[in-house]
């Protein structure tokens, strides 16, 4: 049986301003509203808009939700202090990444974890299986946020416009309780666009009345609508994974380049710590694949599960790939062997439909911000 996608609060609005809608991870999201293009460079010089309601709120309260967290998740969640955030993920006992997620610390005992929104019910059942036997309290608050995004260089003056929370005292990574148009918010400082941004937590109720007051703060400002298209192009240039495609329940955080997040100091089991030492170990001596960027010498662009060679062998698989508006070349992610993962190694190609189109090497990200 077939179900109808679930619809944001700001399903009507998006309608009205022309947007093409797509299935998400079973939402219903605007893709684009006009040209991906004009979305993708107006982030990357103006500002951008998103709504980002289908990503997954779950709230964990209670005198043990810290030691829960750090049992349940890979990361260290005691050091994190009040109104600051820390990108973890979560994995199975078999060390395979479940998600990858942002934790918000709100007060002494409380938290926001932040799913991906295929992984939202994932994690959910997993924090929830995890919770037994800690004084602790796993909530849904799907329902309970909307999240609207302004992501770009011109951000922190489209949101100073219509807040008096301090924006300049806000780090990257950090969250506080504020009101924006005269609505009740969580103002975060994060984003995936490898820009400077805001993503903005507010009551479903509120989300048309925020999104409009944006929309009139940044008219002068260049700040236009964006869709998921653009999300995934500015991502993919910033070098930041997608879960399904750089993250999945087959590769540890070791086998993608981020064993960093993993934290076997901190005191305590916590799930699939022991394979995951085995993984950091195997990632010491015998190197797994490597996460590479990928420049195309050629137009052709490559996706998702082409191979990858040299010297006739293959040698990799690309994760992502798309047009970059950019650098005005075809670039992909892709997981190739150790020998070949330096950048300007020789001879790397994709196989494109059965042409081995030649790709250059380069290291991670392909675009980074100016301070």
Sequence with gaps: MSTAPRLTA???????????????AGWDMPLRYA????????????AGLFDLSHMGEITVTGPEA????????????GTVSVGRA?????????????????????????YMVVAN?????????????RAEGFDA???????????????????????????????????????????????PALIARTGYTGEDGFELFVAPEHAEQLWKALTESGASRGLIPCGLSCRDTLRLEAGMPLYGHELTTALTPFDAGLGRVVKFEKEGDFVGRKA?????????????????GLVAEGRRVPRAGFPVVADGQVIGEVTSGAPSPTLSKPIAMAYVDAAHATPGAEGVAVDIRGSHEPYEVVALPFYKRRK
Excluded at 12 to 22: I, P, V
Excluded at 276 to 292: D, F, G, I, M, Q
Aim: proline share 4%; glycine share 8%; hydrophobic share 45%.
């Design 35 to 46: 040209s991906e293009r004009d979305e993708h460079n107006a982030v990357r010089t103006k």
């Design 10 to 24: 700001l399903d009507a609005l998006h309608r009205s301003l022309g947007a093409t809608m797509t299935d998400f």
């Design 66 to 77: 810290v030691a829960l967290l750090n049992f349940a998740l890979v990361g260290n969640i």
């Design 137 to 183: 309290q796993v909530r849904d608050d799907r329902d309970a946020y909307a999240l609207i995004a302004v992501q770009g260089p011109e951000s922190p003056s489209i949101l100073a416009a219509v807040t008096d929370a301090d924006l300049d005292g806000l780090k990257y990574y950090a969250g506080l309780p504020g009101t924006v148009a005269g609505v």
């Design 276 to 292: 995951l030492e085995t993984a950091a170990e195997r990632a010491e001596t015998a190197p797994p694949r490597k996460l590479v």
């Design 86 to 110: 820390r990108y973890t993920m979560i994995c199975a006992e078999d060390g395979g990444i479940l998600d990858d997620l942002i934790v918000y610390r709100l007060g002494e005992t409380e």
């Design 117 to 129: 929104a295929g992984n939202a019910q994932t994690v959910l059942d997993a924090l929830t299986a």
